[in-house]
């Protein structure tokens, strides 16, 4: 999906306060019922697996600005956001083995988990490089409203 491309973007453009704030609404907003995740949304979606990296987009976004917010260096960028989505996955994959061992009752084993994860790095990395290209043009061009 391109839900961490704009988290990305988020953090790139917004700082980190307002970055993080804006994903942390997204959250509040799909459990208090609104569907704007993959599968609907409500409280109940704590024990749907990909909830831990939907909790992830908060820091995530947090340390993509913080590493990368009014920077106009490509390499800066590239590698904040790639410390991002390492982040995203730190929250997401251990959630993910959580919900699916403990609810679920799945006999995956960790390193499977983390194994099933790199089918999304090839995508992730293509997002990194157009983040890195948008990311310096966004921010000259919408430099005067976002403060």
Do not use: N
């Not at 990305?8 to 509040?28: E, I, R």
């Not at 799909?30 to 749907?48: C, N």
């Not at 790095?121 to 966004?138: E, F, Q, Y």
């Amino acid at each position: 999906t391109l839900q961490f491309f704009f988290t990305a973007m988020a953090g790139c453009l917004l700082g980190p306060y307002w970055g993080a704030a804006s994903q942390g609404v997204y959250v509040l907003l799909g459990l208090v019922g609104l569907p704007i995740f993959t599968m609907g949304g409500g409280l109940g979606y704590v024990f749907q697996p990909s909830f831990g990296f939907l909790l992830g987009l908060i820091p995530s976004t947090a340390v993509i600005a913080a590493l990368t917010h009014r920077s106009a260096s490509r390499p800066r960028l590239f590698l904040g956001c790639l410390l991002g989505d390492l982040v995203l996955y730190l929250f997401g994959v251990p959630y993910m083995y959580l919900i699916s061992h403990v609810y679920g009752g799945s006999a995956t084993t960790w390193m499977a988990m983390w194994a099933s994860m790199l089918v999304f790095v090839p995508g992730d990395l293509i997002k990194l490089v157009v983040l890195t290209a948008l990311s310096p043009i966004l921010q000259r061009r919408l430099g005067q409203y976002i403060q």
